[in-house]
């Protein structure tokens, strides 16, 4: 029996961590989790997929890289479904809160200490299967057409992965969407021109990071018109390394995004 043994979270059949950082989150007073381990196969072919430019990969970090934190793939990593009620236990327990932008990310300090995890032992039910922290990949449109999205948060067009705001019921109605044109007044065309002509001379190759206004801090990226959450904390530092755009929506808009892929 080791502190480095992956071990069942009590409480969350199929799911496991380092026994170090269970241990440490049982001090905490076990917090709700939304998520913990991730196994080595799960970060490799997501890793793989995106390293290939395969359709509907996001970006991902490969998980043969030693450099990278990968604290999930290291088994000391776990998400919070309540980070503002538990996090100050959890810090006391030993946790680090590394991440600005996902604040209900936690994982122990020296995460590059822990070696990355395989499989999990048979002792520990080792035919378990490793519970998913980032999303299914979705298969891409065929095309980049223009997306209206409409909420009672507002409404707005989504262009080449670009939000430009429609700011009056004119705007909206002077829109027409068929392929291969957008039919649309003077005014929006003339701000489509300003906010994706920026975006394209100033960071073209990368995708626009959304932060959803009264959502659950869950950060999304819109790239290709398709709006997908980001859950590896890597991905977003190194997003942040690039200065990346970024825009704030209000959470109805957020889900009609989602909802409209
Ligand atoms: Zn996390």
């Known amino acids: 029996m080791s502190p480095l043994d992956v071990i069942e979270i009590p409480g969350y059949p199929g799911w496991f961590a380092r026994r170090v950082a269970v241990e440490a989150w049982q001090r905490a007073g076990s917090p709700r989790l939304t998520?913990?381990?991730?196994?080595?196969?799960?970060?490799?072919?997501?890793?793989?997929?995106?390293?290939?430019?395969?359709?509907?990969f996001n970006p991902a970090d490969n998980p043969d890289d030693e450099t990278q934190r990968l604290a999930h793939v290291r088994f000391v990593a776990f998400d919070l479904a309540n980070p503002n009620h538990d996090r100050a236990a959890m810090q006391r327990a030993g946790f680090t809160f590394p991440y600005s932008y996902?604040?209900?990310?936690?994982?122990?300090?020296?995460?590059?200490s822990y070696a990355i995890v395989r499989d999990i032992p048979s002792t520990a039910g080792g035919?378990?299967?490793?519970?998913?922290?980032?999303?299914t990949p979705t298969p891409t449109l065929e095309d980049d057409m223009p997306t209206?999205?409409?909420?009672?948060?507002?409404?707005?067009?989504a262009i080449e992965g670009v939000i430009v705001p429609l700011t009056s019921p004119a705007e909206v109605q002077s829109i027409k969407i068929t392929p291969g044109v957008l039919e649309c007044s003077r005014s929006v065309h003339e701000r489509i021109q300003a906010i994706v002509g920026a975006n394209r001379s100033t960071s073209a190759a990368i995708p626009l990071r959304v932060f959803d206004k009264g959502g659950n801090g869950t950060v999304y990226i819109l790239q290709d018109g398709k709006l997908r959450p980001l859950v590896d904390p890597t991905t977003l530092t190194e997003l942040d390394a690039k200065d990346g755009p970024t825009i704030?929506?209000?959470h109805v808009e957020v889900q009609n995004l989602l909802q409209n892929e």
């Open 102 to 112: 996902e604040p209900w990310h936690a994982e122990l300090p020296n995460v590059r």
């Open 148 to 157: 209206l999205i409409t909420s009672a948060g507002g409404q707005s067009l």
């Open 35 to 56: 998520s913990a381990g991730r196994l080595y196969a799960s970060q490799k072919y997501l890793w793989d997929g995106w390293a290939a430019r395969l359709p509907g």
């Open 127 to 135: 035919n378990a299967r490793p519970i998913p922290d980032t999303p």
């Open 248 to 250: 704030t929506l209000s």
